[in-house]
């Protein structure tokens, strides 16, 4: 059983920045895609940003250049940083994790419970 657990939601204003965690624990042999999606009221959850075991990133078009995943193998944590936020971030952030718990398991999905970002001044 793996649990995800998220940190760092809240309410910035336009502008600001804010840095969300998200920490794995578990049995856990190997992370092979850590991410984050987001749900924002009626409308559907998108992808964010993703980062594999390889350092190799990708991002939405809407958060290029002002946001940045990065992971913490060692620690099974995946970190994002959002700058100039805008008030359109606003939603509810989810941890997604791609997870292998042994050499012989395939991966499977994991999700976070959900951290509110609020964009508001």
């Known amino acids: 059983q793996v649990q995800l657990v998220e940190s760092g939601g809240g309410l910035v204003q336009p502008g600001g920045s804010l840095r969300l965690s998200c920490s794995a624990s578990?049995?856990?042999?190997?992370?092979?895609?850590m991410g984050w999606y987001r749900q924002a009221p009626g409308k559907e959850r998108e992808l964010v940003a993703t980062?594999?075991?390889?350092?190799?990133?990708d991002y939405a078009d809407s958060v290029k250049g002002r946001f940045t995943i990065s992971r913490d193998n060692a620690k099974n944590t995946v970190f994002m940083t959002s700058n100039s936020l805008k008030p359109e971030d606003t939603a509810v952030y989810y941890c997604?994790?791609?997870?292998?718990?042994?050499?012989?398991?395939?991966?499977?999905?994991?999700w976070g419970q959900g951290t509110q970002v609020t964009v508001s001044s």
């Open positions: 997604y994790m791609s997870i292998r718990s042994s050499y012989y398991s395939t991966s499977t999905g994991c």
């Open positions: 980062i594999t075991n390889r350092g190799g990133t």
């Open positions: 578990g049995r856990i042999y190997n992370i092979i895609v």
